[in-house]
């Protein structure tokens, strides 16, 4: 049987704290990524939520049902938004405001804004793993973020998509 002395675990524990310490912060990290994408992600769902609601009311006086904008506009920005701009300047002032709600670290709301490509498909389509006969608006981001203490940078990219509610259908 071995003798046990004062202090034996230390050399131990002096081994394993920096492992332990490296393994927290890491931890730390990768959750603060994966909420800042879970938050851009949902800003950009609500936006894209908000935005396909805007309807051209002329059309629904004529008991149609279509987007603010009647063109196909594919992966524009609003900085060129084609000949959708009514649509994507909306869109664009509704993701301004989710961002600037989302506590972002150290992230400019602008500049995170103005990255969105925007594709509008007033007839329907497929974008961004959506597919319908309805309107719809999708967006795509992919920023460079980067973590709290500079471990790493991740790109992904996120995707946001929705289709005007219909009236009068069950």
Known sequence: MSRRYPGQALPLLALMLPALTLFTLVVIEVTNLWLEVALLEDALQQATRSAV????YAALARND???RGSRTCRSVTVQQPSQCAALVNVAHQFLLTNLRNASLVDRDPVTLA???RWTVLPRGGTCANVTTASPL???ELQPTLRGLFGLGTITPR???ADTIDRLGQP
């Open 137 to 139: 608006l999708c967006a």
């Open 114 to 116: 103005t990255a969105v």
């Open 53 to 56: 609601q805007q309807i051209d």
């Open 158 to 160: 996120i995707r946001a």
């Open 65 to 67: 049902q279509t987007l």
